[in-house]
C-alpha cells in the first residue's frame, strides 16, 4: 500500500493568502484525522472524520480554518486567511477501525511557512 | 493540558546503551501507544499495550504500564545510532469517539 500520501510537502505563502492541504488516507481506512505539530504545542489534533463524517472538530483554531472529506479518499484542509502563526507541520492520519483503540497511520506531512 | 507528558525531553546516549523514556497521563485510558518519528517524516506506530496489560516486547523494545501510576515507560535495548528520532506516547482515552492525544515526545541522539 502506499500509504497516506500528502500534498503539498513544502509551501511557503504570504500572509493572508488561502491554503489548501490535501490528504489521500489508505485505502479502506474509515477514519481520517488532521494533526498539527508545532515546537511549542507539541502534536495537536484538529478535527477527525468517520466515514467522510467530522465527527471532533473542537483542535480547530478558529474559523479561518476548515477542512473537509468529500469522499472516501481524499480530504482537505484550507485555511484562509492564512497568518504566520499558522507556520507548522500539518499531519494527514488514517486507522482502519476505532479512533484511538488502534494503529493510526501518519503521512509523512506538509510543512507549512506563513511569512 | 497535555494528556501524555515524556520524560525526559531529550536524551543523549552512546550506541549499546539501553535507553529508557517514561511517560505521565492524567485520565483513565483505554490504551497507550508509542510513536517514533525521524527528522523531517512522519510519525510511525511502534507499539500498543492495552490497559489490562502489563508488559509488553517488540524486538528491541519493552513496553511498561502501571495504570495505578498512571505511567508507562519504553526502553529501547542495545540502542543503535538508526534509533535516533523524536519518540511519542500517545493515550487512548475510555471516552467513546474520542481520538488518541500525543504527548510533546522524547527525543533520543545516540551516537556512535
Known amino acids: 500500500d502506499a500509504g497516506v500520501i500528502q500534498s503539498p510537502r513544502h509551501e511557503v505563502t504570504e500572509m493572508g493568502q488561502e491554503v489548501t492541504l490535501r490528504c489521500k488516507p489508505i485505502?479502506?481506512?474509515?477514519?481520517l484525522f488532521w494533526y498539527r505539530q508545532t515546537m511549542m504545542r507539541g502534536l495537536e489534533l484538529l478535527i477527525y472524520?468517520?466515514?467522510?463524517?467530522?465527527?471532533?472538530d473542537s483542535g480547530m483554531p478558529e474559523d479561518r480554518f476548515s477542512a473537509k472529506m468529500p469522499n472516501a479518499s481524499f480530504s482537505t484542509l484550507k485555511i484562509q486567511p492564512s497568518e504566520p502563526r499558522d507556520s507548522a507541520v500539518y499531519f494527514c492520519?488514517?486507522?482502519?477501525?476505532?479512533?484511538?483503540?488502534?494503529?493510526?497511520?501518519f503521512g509523512e506531512g506538509s510543512w507549512l511557512t506563513v511569512v | 493540558s497535555q494528556q501524555g507528558e515524556e520524560d525526559p525531553q531529550a536524551l543523549s546516549i552512546q550506541e549499546g546503551e539501553n535507553a529508557t523514556m517514561n511517560c505521565s497521563y492524567k485520565t483513565s485510558i483505554n490504551n497507550l501507544q508509542w510513536y517514533r518519528q525521524n527528522s523531517g517524516r512522519g510519525l510511525v506506530h511502534l507499539i500498543l499495550?492495552?490497559?489490562?496489560?502489563r508488559e509488553k516486547h517488540s524486538g528491541r523494545l519493552r513496553v511498561t504500564l502501571d495504570t495505578s501510576k498512571k505511567s508507562s515507560s519504553l526502553l529501547i535495548t542495545a540502542s543503535r545510532a538508526a534509533d535516533t528520532a523524536s519518540y511519542f506516547c500517545?493515550?487512548?482515552?475510555?471516552?467513546?469517539?474520542?481520538?488518541?492525544?500525543f504527548g510533546k515526545g522524547t527525543t533520543l541522539s545516540v551516537s556512535s
Open positions: 492520519a488514517s486507522s482502519l477501525i476505532a479512533p484511538s483503540g488502534n494503529t493510526i497511520y
Open positions: 500517545a493515550t487512548g482515552l475510555n471516552q467513546a469517539g474520542t481520538a488518541l492525544i
Open positions: 499495550i492495552r490497559s489490562n496489560e
Open positions: 485505502s479502506g481506512h474509515d477514519y
Open positions: 472524520f468517520n466515514n467522510n463524517v467530522p465527527i471532533d
